[in-house]
Nanobody
Framework: QVQLVESGGGTVQPGDSLQLPCTAS??????????MGWFRQAPGKEREFVVG????????YWGDAVEGRFTISKDNADNTVYLGMNNLRPEDTAVYYC???????????????????WGQGTQVTVAS
């Protein structure tokens, strides 16, 4: 079992930057065995893929809406993955969710049903 806790959400202005941490815990958790993903969901819309990354294979895939503006990084010391968001736009407003799935082979997936573990979500609002 893996527990995920996101934080760092808030209200920012267009063009601002924000970083969302997601800390994972659980017996034998390792970034080398799990694919980590970020998704977001705006009111009335389906959950949207933001990024998926697996540090065993070294693969990272981005959703079309954020590629080039967002980054993903990790800190092995405290099992935290970070979503860096730059040049934020009003259309980036959503609840952001961290997700994890056990994939020791290193595959990266982009559909919500393919991730077993989820955080509680954190609200990001971009408004002037």
């Amino acid at each position: 079992q893996v527990q995920l806790v996101e934080s760092g959400g808030g209200t920012v202005q267009p063009g601002d930057s924000l970083q969302l941490p997601c800390t994972a815990s659980g017996e034998n958790f390792s970034f080398r065995r799990y694919t980590m993903g970020w998704f977001r969901q705006a009111p009335g819309k389906e959950r949207e893929f933001v990024v998926g990354s697996n540090w065993y294979s070294g693969e990272t895939y981005w959703g079309d809406a954020v590629e080039g503006r967002f980054t993903i990084s990790k800190d092995n010391a405290d099992n935290t993955v970070y979503l860096g968001m730059n040049n934020l736009r009003p259309e980036d407003t959503a609840v952001y969710y961290c997700a994890a799935d056990y994939r020791p082979g290193g595959t990266v997936v982009d559909a919500p049903y393919q991730y077993e573990f989820w955080g509680q979500g954190t609200q990001v609002t971009v408004a002037s």
